[in-house]
């Protein structure tokens, strides 16, 4: 059926209603369609001097297609009230394409897709995509869903190698639409491994299309962070350095308007020092450094910025960018408007906003396609392997050595021990490891798989590196920087203790086998102090061996020395399966075998608690 053009003044109020009407009610329904659509019947007789369209975003949504916390076995919640899963987007997706028109909207995702739920572990690990024993794998929820929500590009999150190529490359296979990587390069040939862009035709009645270049790009320290999977295999140059290689053949193919998705956040920081030479977050100085680029839908940092305007040093023009937050919390819309211009459409206008889909509906066709999936996962992570002697909670982990961290690293040290040569055998081993998730639990009771994943939530494999005695020292006073000074005398607020220097849980290592004291009255560098070894001060030049996550060895958070350290050890098991593994061979898991209080927070040596 013939589709009127909608002018400019229409389609802003229909974006203001649209807008209004998510917040207050929800929204209905989705569908399946292609995204560059186009118009059927008669061109209108004049043709359309204006014309409006809108690119809606998603980023970092790690699996969660429903409003579920497998964590807990609940619908989730948090203290803000949001909402997860893709679910809830499609409704927000499909009352956009209604409200504005189909052939108005494209749908465009920054990535972090395929890992951070159990649902994601287990069609990764459990019954893989992949397939087994010769036999085609199922496919893979997020593909099912994002399909049915019709995307037209996603770009490649550096999650989305965490499970090795093969299971990527099968997903791609899987997705109805390009993963794009402009800057995730074959190490061989140097030639782009996934495509580097996409080009969506906007169809206008009696007038030329728009064409929309979309250019993904994702995260340089995927060569860090997953290095045991992409060593050798693919490369990953700077954000910047690409865009100022696409951006100019986006706009010499025809394109009215680019727009880049980018899995790198938007404040030119980075987490792993100087181990390379791009940054991490740089979608700000994309936006600065690169000329022609009308819009960036941000991902990598999981925060909310509904619209954010950075100005273009060659150009003067100004660049939008949004972030929608992370896990289906929030969908970027971003409402462009341009004019027809001697023969070629020019952008008048644009803006961004952020909408909330906690009160819509779950999409009903999400939920038919994807039910029995859950409902698998869900039974899969209510498995009971063992029980557990008292209540371990990991509440206070992030200020007290408490004994559901040492679950950890009973787990690392025994692993690693196992797997040692004789000479390395012989030297002292001790473990560091993280408290991701100060709401972990694992109950007096039975203990089930997602008890554990609860408490190591992330898919860590394992090794073992050498540190000697000075560079251990380094790596604790650096994990130190994440307790803000406070002065003897003064009271500790555990509400404003942590976090400092913009050093985030997941960032902050405890160890286990040797025995320190942090003194928050101290300034940054000069906290460890009373550091032993079997009750014996640790030598500068004594040789441990490290039990340690792939993401910290390979550099992750920009530790010192661990990333060069020599490798005694490695294994391409999961710690959270090695933890599992460990309850479900034991029978029962009883603290009193292993927790050890070996650290405590002083101030000018007075414990803290």
């Not at 819309?333 to 961004?352: M, P, Q």
């Not at 899969?380 to 557990?388: F, P, Q």
């Not at 340690?548 to 959270?576: F, K, L, M, Q, W």
């Amino acid at each position: 059926m013939p589709v009127n053009p909608m002018n400019r003044r229409e389609f802003v109020q229909k974006s203001a209603v649209t807008g209004a009407a998510v917040a207050a009610l929800g929204a209905v329904g989705s569908g399946t369609a292609e995204a560059a659509t186009g118009h059927a019947g008669h061109a209108p007789e004049k043709t359309p001097r204006t014309w409006s369209f809108s690119i809606l975003g998603t980023t970092d949504l790690h699996s969660h297609v429903f409003d579920w916390d497998y964590y807990t076995d609940a619908a989730y919640t948090d203290s803000k009230g949001n909402s997860v899963g893709v679910a809830r987007i499609a409704t927000l997706v499909e009352q956009q394409r209604a409200a504005k028109g189909e052939e108005h909207v494209l749908l465009v995702d920054a990535g972090d897709i395929i890992q951070g739920t159990s649902l994601a572990y287990y069609f990764a690990r459990v019954d893989p995509i992949t397939g087994t024993d010769g036999k085609n794998g199922p496919k893979h929820p997020m593909a099912v869903a994002m399909n049915h929500m019709r995307y037209d590009a996603a770009a490649l999150g550096n999650h989305e190698f965490n499970y090795g190529i093969e299971v990527l490359r099968r997903f791609e296979q899987q997705c109805r639409f390009p993963l794009l990587g402009a800057n995730a390069l074959d190490a061989k040939t140097l030639r782009p491994a996934f495509a580097p862009y996409t080009v969506k035709k906007i169809r206008v009645p009696g007038a030329p299309d728009i064409k929309v270049g979309i250019l993904g790009l994702t995260n340089p320290g995927i060569a860090l962070w997953d290095k045991d999977n992409v060593s050798g295999r693919m490369v990953f140059p700077g954000l910047v350095e690409q865009a100022k290689k696409y951006v100019p053949r986006l706009r010499a193919l025809g394109c009215d308007v680019v727009f880049l998705t980018d899995h790198s956040g938007l404040d030119g920081s980075t987490s792993y020092g100087d181990a390379l030479p791009y940054v991490e977050n740089a979608s700000n100085l994309v936006a600065e450094q690169v000329p022609g680029i009308d819009a960036i839908l941000v991902g990598h940092t999981h925060v909310e910025v509904s619209s954010y305007t950075v100005k273009n040093a060659e150009t003067g023009e100004e660049v939008l960018l949004s972030e929608p937050y992370c896990w289906g919390y929030r969908l970027t819309v971003f409402d462009f408007e341009l004019e027809l211009h001697h023969g070629r459409w020019k952008v008048t206008g644009k803006k961004a906003q952020t909408l909330d889909p906690r009160t819509a509906d779950e999409d009903p066709e999400i939920t038919r396609l994807l039910k029995a999936d859950h409902d698998l996962v869900v039974k899969y992570v209510n498995t009971a392997v063992g029980t557990c002697t008292q209540d371990l909670s990991a509440a206070e982990s992030c200020w007290k050595d408490v004994p559901i961290m040492d679950f950890i690293h009973e787990v690392q040290m025994k692993a690693v021990a196992a797997g040692l040569s004789a000479a390395d055998a012989a030297l002292p081993l001790i473990s560091v490891a993280a408290p991701f998730s100060r709401t972990a639990d694992i109950p007096a009771g039975d203990v089930t798989i997602r008890d554990i994943a609860g408490l190591y939530i992330y898919d860590n494999t394992l090794y073992g590196k050498k540190l000697t005695g000075a560079q251990l020292k380094d790596y604790l006073e650096f994990a130190a920087k994440y307790y803000h000074q406070v002065p003897a005398g003064t009271a500790v607020d555990t509400a404003t203790l942590t976090n400092a220097n913009s050093f985030w849980d997941y960032m902050y290592d405890t160890a286990a086998g040797v025995s320190y004291d942090i003194d928050i009255a101290q300034a940054d560098g000069a906290r460890i102090r009373n550091l032993t070894y079997d009750g014996a001060a640790v030598a500068d030049d004594q040789v441990f061996v490290v039990a340690v996550n792939n993401y910290r060895a390979n550099g992750g958070s920009g530790y010192p020395h661990i990333a060069a350290a020599d490798i005694a050890y490695s294994s391409t098991d999961e710690i959270r399966q090695l933890m599992i593994d460990y309850v479900t061979s034991e029978g029962t898991l009883d603290p009193a075998g292993f927790a050890a209080a070996n650290w405590k927070l002083t101030q000018a040596g007075t414990a803290v608690f």
